[in-house]
């Protein structure tokens, strides 16, 4: 079932002035980056009273963020809710008619299980749905 929102994802050209804009400008605590090799994303955290902002940015410049910011240019990427049973919520939408972009869920940052919802399924949006491992069943 999915129990909040985990993050909301912010595509970013210049990671470093973005992670400056949040920290400085914003006065957000900073949790630090990582690289997220399956995504090809490095990942800037910034937790939020219960939930956080994560700045996505290309990794070595290159994967698919890179043709999403040439097309869309800079700003709110995805939403990303939390479930305690991603298998379940999985096979439940599928049910439904909602498409996702892979056949089964990956791991994404902090050794999270993600998988994505096409955004054709949720009004344009894209929607990411992600299962900490201390959850997996």
Same mark, same amino acid.
């Given at each position: 079932?999915?129990?909040?929102?985990?993050?909301?994802?912010?595509?970013?050209?210049?990671?470093?002035?973005?992670?400056?804009?949040?920290?400085?400008?914003? %006065?957000?605590?900073?949790?630090?980056?990582?690289?997220?090799?399956?995504?090809?994303?490095?990942?800037?955290?910034?937790?939020?009273?219960?939930?956080?902002?994560?700045?996505?940015?290309?990794?070595?410049?290159? %994967?698919?963020?890179?043709?999403?910011?040439?097309?869309?240019?800079?700003?709110?990427?995805?939403?990303?809710?939390?479930?305690?049973?991603?298998?379940?919520?999985?096979?439940?939408?599928?049910?439904?008619?909602?498409?996702?972009?892979?056949?089964?869920?990956?791991?994404?940052?902090?050794?999270?299980?993600?998988?994505?919802?096409?955004?054709?399924?949720?009004?344009?949006?894209?929607?990411?749905?992600?299962?900490?491992?201390?959850?997996?069943?």
């Amino acid at each position: 079932m999915i129990v909040a929102l985990d993050h909301v994802a912010i595509a970013v050209p210049d990671l470093k002035k973005a992670i400056a804009r949040f920290l400085e400008d914003f %006065g957000l605590t900073f949790e630090g980056v990582e690289d997220v090799e399956q995504a090809g994303t490095t990942t800037a955290f910034f937790p939020v009273d219960g939930t956080s902002i994560e700045l996505v940015h290309p990794l070595h410049g290159q %994967g698919p963020l890179v043709k999403y910011l040439d097309k869309y240019g800079p700003g709110i990427h995805h939403l990303c809710f939390r479930s305690d049973d991603l298998d379940a919520d999985i096979t439940n939408l599928k049910a439904k008619g909602y498409q996702f972009l892979s056949p089964a869920p990956e791991i994404g940052a902090h050794n999270t299980r993600v998988i994505f919802i096409h955004p054709r399924s949720c009004d344009g949006v894209l929607i990411e749905l992600n299962e900490h491992q201390e959850s997996h069943k």
